[in-house]
């Protein structure tokens, strides 16, 4: 069968080892929609299988390897012992693994619990150098003040942050006693991971925070919270009744206002939010938001020094969901974040709650409407021009006043 005028034209293309005949050709095609076709579904089963496995074979092989270094003495930590040995802390799952970061679900004592480290291996850690040679001749009289010193050090390369003595309390490492090499290797093997620091520095002052439980080696354990994915409708995993999730909705909504506000305003320095998606922060049972991912968390001085670099246009002065502008006089980024946490909380979350009808019909539409044009002002607040400093904040209380209405009608809808 000879091809038509058009096709002609196409097959000629075919080099000379392929016998291009037309159904070949579409075989062919088939052959390949097939596997394309095979592996888009392999891909949306097991996600992980491009990226790193995150299998429990491998799971139960780094917490091994663990328990291996601390029977040896290399490291310590609270919880080695229940790990290692008294069998309270259990593997369950594998969470996560990314180029690198290691979380894992597990059950302590009764309680679902997160560990979390940034890399698998304990010595992948920078050994705590010059003490480690003093602990190798003298033993554990390295001086108090001295072994301060390099703690604050840790910490400023950490966070960017010169923290008083005091502040480092959570920190202060309980050197004394057996084991002394082990618990300065472990403490350094924590100190070189920036969300272990940081949230251990907001242990007593955070409610936006998980606590760190406790630790083993590199790993640190914090309690295991309802994590948020996109795929849920209210993208924190709720249930009940419609009014019901209209009522959870509005209360995660004002507990992100007041991380927003606390964030901002209650530490010496703000704390900037740079990943800002729904599986980054958890709920509690009272809906407390936390945000469980603080890898992209910088204080104020860190922030600066991210954003500030080289930049020939804005689009270089970009980082996740952080952003400064170029000045185009010196070719640099503005040290300065331009965006806030709000509007990138207004663009990523409440967007997709309240663009729609919240809870069906529960609510007045009145007051949806209202809603939806603040949290349009909020994440876009560069269209209403003119006052761009204060706008932020008169649209945070506008939020936060038209969200207590929210649950005051659907208060009053109850009785
Ligand atoms: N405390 C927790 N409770 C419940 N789930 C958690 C907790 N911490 C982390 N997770 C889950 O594990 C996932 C990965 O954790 P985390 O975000 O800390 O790792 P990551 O490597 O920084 O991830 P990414 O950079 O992709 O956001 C989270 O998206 C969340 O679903
Ligand atoms: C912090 O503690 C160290 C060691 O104890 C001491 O030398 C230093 O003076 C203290 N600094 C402040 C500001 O208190
Ligand atoms: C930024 O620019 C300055 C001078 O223009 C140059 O000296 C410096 O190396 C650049 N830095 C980076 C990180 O490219």
Not at 226 to 245: D, K, M, Y
């Amino acid at each position: 069968m000879a091809p038509a005028a058009g096709e002609r034209g196409r097959l000629r293309r075919c080099g000379r080892r392929w016998r291009c005949g037309r159904g070949a050709l579409i075989a062919c095609a088939a052959w390949t929609a097939g596997w394309v076709l095979a592996a888009a579904l392999l891909l949306r089963a097991h996600p992980g299988v491009l990226s790193e496995r995150c299998t429990d074979e491998k799971s139960r092989r780094i917490l091994a390897a663990l328990c291996r270094d601390y029977q040896g003495g290399v490291l310590v930590g609270d919880l080695c012992e229940d790990l290692c040995a008294a069998g309270q802390l259990r593997y369950r799952r594998c969470l996560h693994y990314e180029r690198g970061k290691k979380v894992l679900q597990a059950d302590w004592r009764g309680r679902p619990v997160v560990l979390k480290s940034k890399e698998e291996a304990f010595s992948s850690f920078r050994p705590p150098g010059l003490l480690e040679d003093q602990a190798g001749k003298g033993g554990p009289d390295v001086p108090e003040a001295e072994l301060l010193l390099l703690v604050a050090g840790e910490v400023r390369n950490a966070l960017g942050l010169e923290l008083s003595n005091r502040s480092l309390g959570p920190l202060w490492p309980r050197l004394r006693g057996p084991r002394w090499r082990g618990r300065l290797a472990s403490l350094w093997s924590l100190l070189q991971q920036e969300e272990f620091v940081l949230l251990s520095l907001l242990q007593d002052l955070s409610r936006h925070a998980p606590p760190v439980l406790g630790s083993c080696g590199h790993f640190y354990a914090v309690e295991y919270l309802a994590a948020g994915s996109p795929h849920h409708s209210a993208l924190f995993p709720l249930g009940g009744t419609s009014r019901g999730q209209a009522r959870a909705v509005s209360d995660m909504a004002l507990s992100f206002l007041d991380l927003v506000r606390h964030f901002d305003n209650d530490f010496s320095h703000r704390l900037h939010l740079c990943d800002v998606k729904p599986e980054n922060f958890a709920i509690r049972r009272d809906f407390t938001v936390v945000a469980i991912d603080m890898d992209m968390a910088f204080f104020e001085p860190k922030m600066r020094e991210i954003l500030e670099q080289n930049c020939t246009g804005d689009e270089d002065c970009n980082f996740f969901d952080c952003f400064s502008k170029c000045d185009l006089r010196v070719n640099k980024c503005g040290a300065q974040r331009e965006n806030s946490n709000l509007q990138v909380i207004c663009d990523k979350i409440f967007r997709h709650w309240f663009s729609s009808a919240l809870g069906g019909s529960t609510i007045s539409l009145g007051l949806q409407l209202q809603l939806r044009e603040a949290v349009q002002e909020c994440a876009d607040p560069g269209h209403p021009a003119g006052h761009p400093q204060s706008a932020p904040l008169n649209v945070f209380w506008k939020l936060q006043h038209l969200l207590q209405a929210t649950l005051r009608e659907l208060q009053e809808a109850d009785h």
